[in-house]
Nanobody, 123 residues
Framework: LHLVESGGGLAQYGGSLSLACTAS????????VGWFRQAPGKQREFVGA????????RYARSVKGRCTLSRDNDRNTVFLQMDNLQPADAAVYFC?????????????????WGQGIQVIVSS
């Protein structure tokens, strides 16, 4: 499975940004998708995950209430909407796919990863 993130870039403090994770394979609909981020000098951390059917989402405490996950399996795409962006949200964001399941918060649970995309938050 080949995953590609898009939609990153520069956003304003308090603003919004939408990231997308797209796969070229139709089997993408069989995978839960997680989002992780990694800031310079820090470990990769869980942001949120959505189940293969889109019915279940989970979020890290640091983003809960500010992030929304959704997916369009007809377009093989998962969306991460981030609102009220904070400086701590600046990082490289990765999407990852986990076979079926609901989407773990553990990076080691995922089978496939995208290359990552930069998000910068300006104050």
């Amino acid at each position: 499975l080949h995953l590609v993130e898009s939609g990153g870039g520069l956003a304003q403090y308090g603003g919004s940004l939408s990231l997308a994770c797209t796969a070229s394979e139709d089997t993408f609909s069989n995978y839960a998708v997680g989002w992780f981020r990694q800031a310079p000098g820090k470990q990769r951390e869980f942001v949120g995950a959505i189940s293969w059917d889109g019915n279940n989402q989970r979020y890290a405490r640091s983003v809960k209430g500010r992030c929304t996950l959704s997916r369009d399996n007809d377009r093989n795409t998962v969306f991460l909407q981030m609102d009220n962006l904070q400086p701590a949200d600046a990082a490289v964001y990765f999407c990852a796919a986990e076979w079926f399941l609901d989407g773990s918060s553990w990076p080691t649970s995922y089978d496939y990863w995208g290359q990552g995309i930069q998000v910068i938050v300006s104050s």
